[in-house]
């Protein structure tokens, strides 16, 4: 039985490469294959073409695509192919906005042979919105050496996939992480931020903004100044969305340039935190236990002390 090659385009992705890249577990990075343009343009007498216009196979055509070699067995439906596809194409989209902010997205799944007769296309869109909330210039290029650095975290978490439920809690960031990236709304994004933020920074005891403010600074903090600017980060952060998921703040606040600064701080600080955690294998172990990663944050802080043992005291 012949493999199942597919091609998943990979629009918006602004980059400075120049050749294929081999990604492992049958991915790689490669230039849209010339031969589909026709396809799309004739496939059904020109059914694409009249249904969606020029513009997907314009994207598509100035795209890198993602290349997956499925080795085997054909798919049996397009709803088993997606499952199979759709999870580590979406792994690599992070794994990219976790190095730097990109607007990288998907639309379109190419595969050959067809899994209906003849049929060679189909549309699973990932839409990518939520990068408007940045200036142009802001959205930076990708270089080869980011593509190392990507890969690197792309096969770490394909392999973390393999037993999602015990990293369920770095998952559980991941998703939130990318679910908040793709709100253009400054509200939706700093609430889902901030749900990520809080599975990996929550106390299990004590006051939630003062040692997450503590945690996050020493995690991340390089120097005094570092770490003394992150607590008051993570305590406006924590206020903001407090004040947002209690109906405290109308639309003309939440959408004040400093509130848009803020949530992009926020994204920054996540994305710090992610790659700290993803180079680092037992970093990995440690926050994808409740009970590890106490322990770690103990030691590194020192045990916390609460108000009812300071009135003993």
């Not at 004590?206 to 993570?234: C, H, N, Y």
């Amino acid at each position: 039985m012949a493999d199942t090659i597919i091609y998943i385009p990979i629009v918006n992705f602004r980059h400075r490469l120049s050749k294929e890249y081999d990604l492992g577990e049958g991915f790689s990075l490669v230039k849209f294959p010339k031969t589909f343009d026709v396809e799309y343009r004739t496939f059904a007498h020109g059914y694409f073409k009249r249904h969606f216009g020029d513009q997907f196979i314009k994207e598509a055509k100035e795209a890198y695509c993602l290349k997956y070699i499925w080795p085997g067995e054909r798919f049996k439906s397009i709803r088993e192919m997606i499952y199979n596809v759709e999870d580590p194409v979406i792994t690599f989209l992070i794994a990219l906005r976790l190095l730097k902010p990109c607007s990288a997205g998907f639309k379109m799944i190419f595969h050959s042979p067809s899994i209906k007769q003849g049929f060679p296309f189909d549309f699973s869109e990932y839409p990518m919105i939520g990068y408007l909330i940045r200036a142009p210039k802001e959205v930076k290029r990708f270089l080869e050496e980011d593509i190392q650095a990507a890969k690197k975290i792309f096969l770490k978490l394909l392999k973390l996939l393999k037993n999602e439920f015990e990293y369920r809690r770095i998952f559980n960031t991941l998703r939130y992480f990318d679910v908040g990236y793709r709100r253009p709304a400054v509200d939706s994004r700093v609430i889902y931020f901030t749900i990520a933020l809080e599975v990996l920074y929550k106390p299990s005891r004590g006051k939630i903004t003062r040692f997450m403010g503590q945690r996050v600074s020493a995690f991340i903090g390089r120097d005094k100044g570092e770490r003394e600017r992150l607590t008051e980060k993570v305590h406006e952060i924590m206020n903001f969305k407090a004040r947002l998921t209690h109906g405290d703040m109308t639309y003309f606040d939440i959408s004040r340039p400093e509130r848009v600064q803020l949530v992009l701080e926020e994204e920054e600080i996540l994305r710090k935190t992610l790659q700290k955690i993803l180079t680092d294998d037992d970093l990995i172990e440690t926050f994808a236990d409740l009970k590890k990663r106490e322990v770690y944050f103990d030691k590194l802080l020192g045990q916390p002390v609460f108000a009812h043992q300071q009135k003993r005291g």
